[in-house]
């Protein structure tokens, strides 16, 4: 069994800066891509942050030179520091490693149950 599992969520004020961790753990062979994406009340889920296995990274433009994506392959780890939290910026926040397990020849995504950030004063 793979698991994906988030952590780092809480409460700040605006302004203010918080870091989310996802670890993926299991038979995992390989992890080509991982993303970082929110969710609030009543919207879609968006896509905020990701990075390929090669290092290059992509950013919502709602949160470009705020927050920085990077990982750890070592540790099957993908970080997301978020700097100048804004209240825009409260919704559940959820993780999806795009990895091939032991055994298996292609790739599939597994999602975290997500963590909730909530920017308030």
């Known amino acids: 069994q793979v698991q994906v599992a988030e952590s780092g969520g809480g409460l700040v004020q605006p302004g203010g800066s918080l870091r989310l961790s996802c670890t993926a753990s299991g038979t995992i062979v390989d992890i080509s891509i991982m993303s970082w994406y929110r969710r609030t009340p009543g919207q879609q889920r968006e896509l905020v942050a990701v990075?390929?296995?090669?290092?290059?990274?992509n950013y919502a433009d709602s949160v470009k030179g705020r927050f920085t994506i990077s990982r750890d392959n070592a540790k099957n780890t993908v970080y997301l520091q978020m700097n100048n939290l804004k209240p825009e910026d409260t919704a559940v926040y959820y993780c999806k490693a795009n990895l091939r397990q032991s055994g298996d020849t292609w790739y599939r995504d597994v999602w975290g149950q997500g963590t909730q950030v909530t920017v308030s004063s």
């Open positions: 990075t390929i296995s090669g290092g290059d990274t």
